[in-house]
């Protein structure tokens, strides 16, 4: 994890401008930082915040390679596979960098074939000054954010967090039009002498569940076709090895739910096999008597991690609020609920540790059918789809909300379940098998499990529970800590001017209404562009509010809440 930052063809004075806003994701970086002004590329800007995970002597960006000097790199990312591609390649390293790779491929195989080769997350921008040319993409699930600032004359900006460009657009007033990267898509542009640029192509590599285009991981001929709990173990347990590499400490987030809990066993498990010169760190969050504190605590003593366990309060609560929604930039509602917990529990990390790189369980819930309204689903094909929409946006929410909490405290997060070979493997199952079965969400990942002795029985099979709620005590949900929070805030005739002020996603309670005033305070006008709808659950009648805890048939454990 890492911040990157650049601008092309702001003519003028803009140096302090560009030095102001690039400071404002340094919390992405805080290893090392580097603002470059090139003379080859006029009125042109290249920053980048370093957060060294690999190969910290050689890894300082914009990257620049002797043999290509003409190419410079700006990355955030892992490449998973960036040893493979240099095998199959004969590419020359010069640095222990993953991301180097990335300039070879460019170099030999064309803009065309750059983002399609990579097993990894990733968000760059890649400068040929010989060529004039920009190539710009983004992983295809967007787990590494991007943001991109266009105007009519060619300026162009891009950043990891939009905090980094909204200042720009309120200092050189333009047509701007600033938004999140599409994830999967690369963009090239023509670089002109003055510095500004003209999109030349715009071009989908990946969707949601296709199948990779580089060599896998595990080969696909070690899968058995008549065993698919046995490949899914495989496949999991795989794209947790592959995301292993890293020269600082690891840890993982552990709620004690059945994502979390097997990435923090699969983690433990193969952790281990590395004879790392440390203990394992798991790290649970909860208020008291939380069911997510009891449940990780029996997780972590099975699998042997040194286990933290954060307490916090209604006033923790408060403090925080308005500063989680300055960070994860959407005032979508169920984003930012998810977000407190996330958030102290970052902080925690950040604070009180030395564990840099974090394993957590984002992405089952969207790729295996996890939230509870998957049981009104009227069909299997309509509840794939739902699948594919969900990881289609998951950039926009819990995606979202993954990446912003734990960036805001420089902490590097991995998402196993979002692994492209392990997400095609899983989406190309019969997708009857993939639903909700006898009442039970995620059965088909439980079942694959069920043999494995990895888990106790109790946690494989635990209802899902919401992280902005299984975090809370059963005397007093984060919801009612939320609406006793915001009504100091809020008063009913602001309510009732919301429709007025705003027509996009109106706040329909106060709680949203307030969400969206902090929003407006740090990114005004953006909202549309940022968060294009509310989260909400699907094929469910007569709802308001995205929280499960309004959907009838919920049960949860303890009757708690969920989306």
């Known amino acids: 994890m890492c911040g990157i930052w650049a601008l092309f063809g702001l003519e003028g004075d803009t140096l302090a401008c560009a030095c102001e806003n690039f400071t404002k994701i340094t919390h992405r970086g805080p290893d090392a930082f580097n603002i470059e002004y090139d003379q080859r590329i006029k009125n042109g800007y290249i920053g980048f915040h370093r957060l060294s995970i690999v190969d910290g002597l050689c890894g300082m960006q914009p990257m620049k390679l002797y043999t290509y000097p003409q190419v410079f790199l700006l990355c955030n990312g892992e490449i998973y596979n960036y040893k493979q591609l240099e095998k199959e390649n004969d590419y020359k390293n010069k640095t222990n960098c993953d991301v180097e790779v990335i300039i070879h491929l460019y170099v030999n195989d064309g803009a065309e074939n750059v983002a399609r080769s990579l097993d990894g997350v990733f968000a760059f921008c890649l400068v040929d000054i010989k060529k004039k040319r920009i190539l710009i993409a983004r992983d295809p699930y967007g787990v590494r954010p991007l943001f991109i600032l266009k105007d009519g004359k060619g300026r162009l900006g891009i950043c990891s967090e939009s905090k980094g460009l909204v200042g720009i657009t309120e200092k050189f007033p333009s047509d701007w039009v600033l938004k999140p990267f599409s994830p999967g898509f690369y963009e090239e542009y023509e670089l002109s002498e003055e510095g500004t640029t003209k999109l030349l192509r715009r071009v989908q590599f990946h969707k949601p569940g296709d199948k ?276 100091k805030h809020v008063n009913d005739n602001e309510l009732l001017e919301a429709k007025n002020l705003y027509p996009h996603c109106t706040p329909n309670t106060k709680e949203a209404l307030y969400y969206r005033k902090i929003f407006e305070k740090h990114f005004p006008n953006h909202g549309e562009s940022f968060t294009p709808y509310f989260w909400m659950p699907k094929w469910i009648e007569g709802i308001s509010d995205p929280s499960a805890r309004f959907i009838s048939y919920y049960a949860a454990e303890e009757n708690k809440n969920e989306k």
């Open 212 to 487: 990779p285009s580089f060599s896998t991981f595990i080969p696909w001929n070690d899968l058995d076709s008549n065993d698919i709990s046995g490949n899914i173990r495989k496949l999991l347990t795989g794209a947790v090895q592959k995301r292993l590499m890293s020269e600082r400490r690891i840890g993982c987030f552990l709620s004690g739910g059945l994502d979390s809990s097997l990435i923090a066993a699969l983690f433990a498990s193969e952790a281990k096999k590395l004879n790392l010169p440390y203990k394992l760190q798991s790290f649970a969050i909860g208020m008291g008597d939380s069911p997510d504190i009891r449940a990780a605590k029996q997780v972590a003593e099975l699998i042997g991690t040194e286990h933290h366990e954060i307490i916090f309060t209604e006033e923790d609560v408060e403090e925080v609020l308005d500063k989680v929604i300055y960070q994860i930039e959407t005032f979508d509602i169920t984003t930012i609920r998810a977000s407190i917990g996330m958030y102290l529990l970052s902080r925690y990390v950040k604070t009180q540790t030395d564990s840099t790189v974090i394993f957590s369980g984002e992405g089952a819930d969207e790729l295996a059918q996890g939230y509870i309204y998957f049981k009104k689903a009227p069909n299997a094909e309509e509840a794939h789809n739902e699948s594919i929409r969900l990881l289609k946006d998951i950039y926009l929410y819990d995606g979202l909300r993954a990446d912003r909490t734990t960036s805001a405290f420089s902490l590097e997060l991995r998402v196993p379940f979002l692994d492209l070979q392990f997400t095609n493997y899983y989406l190309s199952l019969n997708s009857s098998t993939r639903q909700p079965q006898d009442g039970i969400e995620k059965h088909l990942l439980r079942s694959a499990f069920m043999e494995s002795n990895l888990l106790p029985n109790n946690i494989l099979w635990r209802h899902k529970e919401a992280f902005s709620d299984g975090v809370t005590s059963t005397k007093k949900s984060l919801f009612q800590i939320i609406q006793s929070i915001v009504d």
